[in-house]
């Protein structure tokens, strides 16, 4: 799958397209489809 | 939800603008703190915020020794919570949007969100976003 990832705090480096292997949901687990998101104040905390 | 009066925080003393008292003063941006507001809410009136953080804990200590509450909202994904917000959507619940961003713009959307001033929330598109 592709993903947009941070390598370190700060984005100092900015994001990288990336292509990550697809997670295998474990037993009682579901793969969730991601359509969209909101950029908000953990993400900032972690960026 | 509508509105009846807005108070423009730019334009003087927020506090002294607003008159009050309140049954619940609900800070959806987590700008203030229970120990700001106390006076402004009624008997039993309640401060509710969105982050945890260490006023938070502070005000929710030295509340208990007050006659007004302060407490936490916080959304998680589980059953009850996502249950809930379908619930309020399918009833015609609206999120107003600042603006999109693609995915592979997700530095823009942290210039966005540091500069502040933004109406609504700041949505990345990851379907359609790659």
Redesign the interface.
């Known amino acids: 799958m592709r993903a947009m990832t941070l390598n370190d705090y700060g984005a100092k480096d900015g994001y990288f397209l990336t292509d990550l292997q697809t997670p295998e949901p474990k037993q009682g687990e579901v793969l969730i489809k991601v359509h969209a998101s909101a950029f908000g104040p953990a993400d900032y905390k972690v960026a | 939800l509508g509105v009846d009066a807005l108070i423009d925080r730019k334009k003087g003393d927020v506090f002294e603008n607003v008159s009050g008292p309140f049954d619940v003063i609900f800070d959806a941006a ?1 700008a203030y703190r229970w120990s700001q507001w106390k006076g402004k809410l009624k008997r039993g009136g309640t401060f509710v915020t969105t ?1 945890p953080s260490m006023a938070f804990a502070a005000d929710k200590l030295m509340s208990l020794a007050s006659f007004s509450r302060v407490q936490m909202v916080y959304v998680k994904a589980n059953n009850r919570d996502l249950t809930l917000l379908g619930k309020w959507l399918s009833e015609g619940m609206e999120i107003p949007v600042d603006l ?2 693609p ?2 713009k ?2 823009k ?2 210039s ?3 500069k502040g001033e933004f109406l609504g ?7 359609n976003g ?1």
């Not at chain 2, 929330?121 to 379907?127: A, E, F, H, M």
């Open positions: 987590a982050l999109a961003y995915v592979t997700l530095d959307a942290l966005r969100y540091e929330r700041i949505l990345v598109d990851v379907w790659f």
